[in-house]
């Protein structure tokens, strides 16, 4: 079995998150080029795809925690048994997504209170991206397999072939070089189908060829229940989790959208900005994840314990860095962006807030992680309902909507939210009454 450095593993994780996310900026880029209300457009749709891809990862996530459970306890059969369930699962329930948005996504948008002058750019690429979630189900499962097996970098070629493939594409329908009509929005959602295609492709042959993993047709047809049910205790209440926060923030981009087109715009760019900053720590809470996921397995807690301390070390680190780069270069993001004066006053005071909302947003999701990959994935759920709900929505209505404090009053909420529940699951950790949790 491979051994795992966090560092190595969490800079591979990083490395491919960051080109996702460039891949993001690039592509906002190109269409305020165009036309910056698209921007809006393209994030309207794009938040339906978030919180559908959280679907698709719940099972990914109880793979990974299986698989590296399984893998430290040196139980192979086990660990190849959770890779064929989570494949065949994942690929059903991302079929039947694809249909459901496909066929309602009007209404998924007006759900979201998209403005009159967007919703019909927003259904058109929302329609078209949503023939690729069977196939994007599939790669989330098939990454997830790659990074457990501590094969991260071969993530990193994956997603460098896919972005550079999606760019040209998207390119190609927006500047239309060689004389093609103009596509938009649809172009750019028939870019991104073709780049999930090619990296699905690429990941099966990883994990063939470099993994020496093998697939049985009978393996996929028959499921194993008792295999499934340790996968769903993980990936059902992670994606419970999961799905209250990428609701919250749909409820919270609702409240948004409410305040105008400038507001709106600034959600879906301030967004991608504030990935960039947490990225940093996140990746290296994946990387504890798989590690303390073999270390449990491996009946071996107290070094998952003090691990994942050495982990929260190393991720605070990476969010103050770039929470200063980001910080500093605030007015030279926002003028290459080419925003109005209207959206860079209505931005400015989110890179202030982001000076405290960022750590806590770290402390959280290494605790997080870390509590899953044990097998407690219900205490991060209760945290969730509690503070999602309970704290983060009714604070940003009031702040936001009530006091009209816009859209700061929102993200005050996200703050309130992430430091509450990340000192909560800190406390479960430091209890260590997630030991008794584990699956093998």
């Known amino acids: 079995m491979k051994e795992i450095s966090l560092l190595r593993l969490s800079l591979a994780i990083y490395i491919d998150m960051f080109l996702r996310l460039v891949t993001t900026f690039i592509n906002t880029y190109m269409i305020s080029r165009v036309d910056v209300s698209l921007v809006g457009a393209l994030g309207a749709g794009n938040e339906i795809f978030l919180l559908f891809i959280t679907v698709f990862g719940f099972l990914a996530v109880g793979c990974s925690v299986l698989v590296a459970q399984a893998l430290g306890a ?36 007006h759900a979201l209170q998209v403005p009159a002058e967007l919703l019909s750019e927003s259904t058109i690429y929302l329609k078209v991206i949503s023939i690729v979630f069977a196939i994007d189900a599939v790669a989330i499962v098939l990454s997830a397999i790659v990074r457990v097996y501590g094969y991260a970098n071969f993530i990193i070629a994956v997603s460098v072939v896919m972005n550079l493939v999606t760019l040209a594409g998207n390119y190609v329908v927006l500047f ?23 990296g699905v492709f690429l990941f099966f042959l990883i994990i063939t ?125 926002m003028e290459l962006l080419s925003l109005s004066e209207a959206h860079k006053q209505v931005m400015r005071p989110l890179f202030y807030l982001t000076l405290g909302l960022e750590f ?40 936001g909507i009530h006091l009209g404090y816009g859209i700061l009053g929102v993200w005050i909420g996200f703050f309130c939210d992430e430091w509450l529940r990340g000192s909560a699951n800190t406390a479960r950790w430091i209890s260590k009454k997630w030991q008794s949790k584990k699956l093998v």
């Open 74 to 109: 040196k139980n192979k059969v086990l660990a190849m048994r959770a890779i064929h369930t989570s494949i065949a699962f994942n690929a059903l329930v991302g079929l039947c997504s694809g249909v459901f948005v496909f066929s309602c996504a009007p209404f998924l948008l």
């Open 176 to 198: 239309r070089p060689f004389g093609l009509p103009y596509y938009g929005l649809e172009g750019i959602g028939v870019s991104t189908i073709a780049g999930r295609m090619i």
């Open 360 to 399: 806590g947003r770290t402390l959280n999701i290494v605790f997080v992680n870390a509590l899953r990959a044990s097998g407690d994935a219900r205490f991060p759920f209760a945290m969730g309902v509690i503070f999602m709900w309970g704290v983060s929505i009714p604070v940003g209505w009031l702040l």
């Open 209 to 333: 060829k470099v993994l020496k993993i093998k697939f049985y047709l009978t393996m996929f047809l028959k499921i194993k229940l008792a295999t499934l049910r340790k996968i769903l205790s993980v990936g059902l209440p992670s994606a419970g989790e999961n799905m209250l926060w990428i609701v919250q923030y749909l409820v919270a981009f609702a409240f948004v959208a409410s305040m105008g087109e400038a507001s709106l715009t600034v959600q879906t760019i301030y967004f991608q900005i504030s990935s960039f900053i947490f990225f940093g720590g996140s990746a290296i809470s994946m990387a504890n994840e798989v590690i303390v996921g073999r270390l449990v397995g491996a009946a071996k807690p107290q070094e998952a314990y003090r691990h994942t301390f050495t982990a929260l070390r190393f991720g605070l680190g990476a969010t103050a860095l770039f929470v200063a780069i980001v910080f500093l270069a605030r007015e030279q993001i």
